[in-house]
């Protein structure tokens, strides 16, 4: 794991970037932990956990679900309000031992590539508070996602997510329960508009068009190569596509 | 720092550093039931509930729980008493090893708390994070919902077996075929098992308190002063020679005090393989060379005050390597030009060390080119099958340390002691009369453990620092330096006459035994035995080169050489079938091997010396019955109904259902001994001393059921202490499925003799002959119905009159290893257009012989299929260009989940086997053997399209269906 030298609780967002804004110590905010504590290496680091800021709320505002950034999986999952799509996504990331500590915060600040929540996420347009030196700053996720925006010295608030629309996806895996090779997310909002988002297939989880597919350069690995992903991102964007028809379901 | 925690109820103040884990700082304080499966929080054996949760406590900082409340199992149930989910979990045969079952028992808890009725569904979300190598989930999946219902005040009745009726003869008093009951273990009864008290019961294990406790029982559940612990630095380089090491920098690190390496070791040339004396040749280890021959292969080993203190001298440790070109595949291996791997001196007994070719195994019965000359049909095929690891949640481990006799103690995870306390000696130049080999309860070896692995290492480090020392390797160490599978590339050929029997069988193999021999050899007579026995042939060879590669090292899996045989001889014999157009289990059943017909390939790849005089015969088969089971159980007739293999509402999806027949062994003929001692105590109980090693599987169970039988004595009165060189007689260990059938007939003989005092005894006090008493219900009985009890006898024997320590010791070794059989059936849904395969269902009836303790024998069927599953569908040790392993962790790696189980189904089918304990033949290791290749033919049977390599992973059979055009 990382060495950890020192650990931080603050009580306030202010005392926690300023644990974080310190020049000559290396600190990362520490979520759940989960992938953090597990990680290889000996990186020395400091970790100011945000379990006490307070951010561990689910709130609504009209047709926008405000999801603070330390909600577990476990209870985005639970909760009433939270999009199909999501929810189910939200149950591949792992086991009940780990959804129950990871938060939403800390999927969305891992990025990883093969994460069908963020894929989800990205389907919905879901937009990231970010508190840094200079205030809350919202994000489209996108953005993070692709790089555009970097997290150091900040901490992630929380997620919003437009609610309504239809959601699904299509997954290909080694077992029904194993991280996919690809996985296709789909949300039709209301207004009608569709996004596509998909892991396996970039660096990172990525919007992706049905008919931009041959273009996608995804990285291989000993359960896909190249060309198979690709393949497989037409075959499961069309079977999504196909799930989700213009003005609703026929 | 220190935190603030309510640790089972009561609040406590705890000491930790801010990187420390909870579960490190719980194991530190005393809660050993939070055990060690990885660093990446994937196994849930360290899981606890924090806040009522359960939670991965190995990634879980201890300050993270600073003021949470944590609960783990030892707070269930006081001592003396269980929590009813522990009850559920015992009475159910939930536990194997119990390394992870307190984990599961919280993961109920939590559950139960929140729904005192759940679903099946959610029970399996609840077990979701929690990996088990053993049970295939469905007997924890019994506890939860036996628990719930106790919890809920419902009545729960004692666990029965449930017995099916037989579908191929009759069974008095047996007239169910519709009401088969949907809870295993279901035992199809023979009529010639005689009636037994104690042996068939679903006996509760006798060790389920303290593994359902979590209480301290596995290597390192102890605390000992002054502890060292080990590190070993790996090689990044698959081929090397290490040209120079400098470990000042190591050594000159605070809380340093050992670094070995090639040049401070003496040079002992080893084969690592757990075997009987002598160890098959060649001996091509040292406990440290100065060349690397695989990325992961010993390089040097550190003990130090900390793991952080000999992790960072590690890296201060200078080598540098003078990098060898590699060759990795078998077959390039042993090709001109190759890299040779072992070029040192003192090869003897490789076959070709300059060609890489470690042994060349051949057998022949009768004249295999005339066989062919005969056939009217010939049929040739090739097949690949690829490494896999065996994966116990409990990684290898050892402690050692200087007893107050200055003995060296080794405390060690192992399935072999008495070959680790024979084999570790002369590296560590001591007699082996100064080594004691302990071991304790252990968490799956699956044959990983049939090895002196690490075991040189901590007595090595012990005897440089006169301190304890110990070594628990990584996760990662773990899948790439201990062992795996071997990979194979195998080909048939395969005669057939108009009638459709088989008249010659060819069968060639070449193997990779990585860098090291170790298990090379026998691994791959086993293939050959296993491969050419199912089925009869007149005429039939074996041809296999063995070749060295520089790949991590395989040695013994549970099936040993089998499970690669039968996945290509299964497939190729359903290919033979079709190309015939013979249905499937008819052409098997034409030629398969029954009884009275001879194995006739066993005298030249059998272990032990080659007795070509004597042929083993068959002398039980129920295979008959148990495909009858199985094609009722799996539904067989749909393969042939177009409607359900192509289902009109989803048009990706093909439907197919599979078929393998298996046949095993029982042990290793003439070589395999087992010993057990049975001595009374004052109240009429007995201590059980074997060397037989129980590795979670019931050993320990099933061997003081026979005692018990023998002795008419409730299993509670018989104590069970195993596999403690200084204290139990010697056995070989617990592999070749030989415990129940060698070690039970070693006890069951131990017990007679016993018996035979105590008889002697009693007609002492009866004033009978010994002939009219017979031993029941903890009494001895004479004829007119007169009794004495067993504690009365003993009270003479000990105390009162020509005393005498009534006391029983027997060994057995078995000239015959009789055939278990099995038949395999699976059902896959195929996604046409991804290549993604869905195992729907498994289904596997064995014969088995007389099942000892059908609960724990249905779960070494349930847990092996699901093993077997792992190889045949998903599991792979994939590798870079350079030799690297790149899913050296769970996640990557994966195995099956409780969540994504397909449906199991286990039939015990009895027979009576003469020459085993009560009709007891071995089970452990036929459940690996036919899953591969039922799901193979079942991808066929939804498909047409016939893959002969496995895992079936998505782009494998995409490309597979593909390529067909």
Redesign the interface.
Known sequence: ???????H?PTTLAAALELLARPDVEAIP?GG???I??L?G?VPS??V?L?ALGLADISRDGATLDVGSMVTL?DFIEHEWTPPLLRDLARRE?????R??ATLGGVVATADPESGLVAGLLAYSAVVSIAGASGIENVVLTDLVGGGKGLVGSIITSVQIALGGDGTFEA????????P?VLVAGHRSDDDSLLLAATGVAATPVLIEPDGIEDLRPPP?????AD?RR??AG??AARVVGRLPEGGPA | ?TITVVLNGEARELTCA??E?LMAVLRREGFYSVRFGS???ET?AA?VL?DG????S????A??A?GHEIETVEGLAPRMSLHPIQEAFIATGAIQSGYSTPAMIL?AKELLAADPDPSEDQIR??L???LDRETGYLRPVLAVQRAAAALRGEAVSDVETSVVSPLTYDMDGVTDPEGIPAVSPKVVPNPEVPETNVVGRPEIKVDALKLAKGNPAFVDDIDMRQMLYAKVLYSPHAHARIVAIDDSKARSLPGVRAVLHHQNVARVRYASGGQSYPNPLPYDQVSFDDKVRFVGDRVAAVAAESV?IA??ALELIDVTYEVLPAVFDENEAIAEGAPVIHDEDGMDGAHDASRNIVHHISADVADVDAGFEQADRIFEQEFRVHQVQQAPIEPHIAIAYWDSDERLVIRTSTQVPFHVRRMVAPLLGLPIKKIRIIKPRIGGGFGAKQEMLIEDIVGHLTMATGRPVRYELTR?EEFVSSRTRHPQTIAYRTGVNAAGHLVAQEMKVVANTGAYGTHGLTVQMVSGLRGLTSYKSPNKRYRCDVAYTNLPVPGAYRGYGAPQALFALEAHMEDVAHALEIDPLEFRRMNWTAEGDPIDVAPQLGEGEADTSFVPVVTSSGIEECVAQGERSIGWQRRLDPEWRQPSDRPNIRRGLGFAMCMHGSAIPGLDMGAASIKINDDGSFNMLIGATDLGTGADTILGQIAAEVLGVPLDDIVVYAADTDMTPFDTGAYASSTTYISGMAVKRAAEETRRQIVDRAALLLEESAGAIELRDRQAWSTDGRSVGLAEIALSSLHQAQQHQIMGTASYVSPESPPPYAAQFAEVEV?V????V?VQSLVMAVDCGVAINPVTAAGQVEGGMIQALGYG??E?M?YDEGGRM??ARF??Y?I??A??MPRIDTYLVQTMEKSGPFGAKAIAEIPKDGVAPAIRNAIANATGTRINAI?F???RV??ALHSKG
Do not use: K
């Open positions: 794991m990382v060495t950890i030298r020192a650990y609780r520490l932990g989960t992938e504590n597990g290889p000996r400091e970790v956990d379990q476990r792992g086991p009940n031992t780990i129950n500590v290909t895996a080694r077992t029904p329960a194993d991280t090779i690995d000993f359960r896909g190569s198979y393949h497989l075959v499961l | 720092m801010p990187h884990s660093e990446t929080g849930g899981a924090v949760r359960l939670v991965s190995d990634v879980m900082l300050a993270q600073d993961a979300d609840a979701s994070g929690i952080e992790t960072e990662q996604d257009d991804t290549g993604q869905t569908h998903c792979e994939a790149v899913n996640g990557p994966w099956y989940r969540d994504e895992p992973t998505p782009e995409w490309q």
